[in-house]
């Protein structure tokens, strides 16, 4: 069974851990932007308790940035580095973590996007820890998959709003 925390109850440990990592990564990467996302970023969330970071690197600088979080951060063994993307994980003090490194205006920036609309929209956030709570007892494959399926129906729902805003008004 997959344990889940409500925020505010882990929220100082949290909130250590990200300032922690996001220093670390502004020392070694002071041109990126560097965002806490992820469940621990969201008032009221459920949350395994770990910590993710996002680092979002100018497209000319990606390769760089990425050769600075090798030397310190490890490779998340369960996703391989692809073009414009690479994620590290570990663990800082008893809390476990992911950096994700993403090329600027790259496909898989999605995460701000997701945390916005959580943030935004209160029936989202109560859905998704609907969500998690009905997957917390099977596997953390099925969990991860059950958590995938709503994030891209987000984020299809956010992209197509975005597109609708950007058409012209033919009133």
């Not at 949290?14 to 670390?24: F, K, N, P, V, Y």
């Not at 008032?43 to 910590?51: E, H, I, Q, Y």
Request: glycine share 6%; hydrophobic share 40%; net charge negative.
């Amino acid at each position: 069974m997959i344990e889940l925390y409500k925020i505010e109850d882990i929220q100082l440990q949290i909130d250590s851990t990200a300032e922690q990592l996001i220093a670390r990564c502004t020392a070694l990467l002071p041109d990126a932007s560097i965002h806490h996302i992820g469940s621990s970023s969201i008032p009221g969330a459920l949350t395994k308790g770990d910590v993710d970071i996002l680092v979002v690197a100018e497209h000319n600088r990606y390769a760089d940035a990425r050769r600075s979080l090798d030397e310190v951060f490890s490779h998340n063994p369960d996703m391989a580095p692809e073009e414009g993307f690479t994620s590290y994980s570990g663990c800082h003090h008893g809390c476990d973590y992911g950096v994700q490194l993403v090329a600027q205006d790259d496909s898989k920036c999605g995460f701000l996007a997701f945390r916005q609309a959580l943030v935004a929209n209160s029936a989202l956030l109560q859905e998704y820890n609907a969500i998690k709570r009905s997957a917390q007892s099977g596997s953390m494959e099925d969990y991860r998959a059950a958590k995938a399926a709503f994030v891209e129906r987000i984020l299809s729902q956010v992209t197509a709003w975005h597109g609708a805003r950007a058409q012209p008004n033919d009133g």
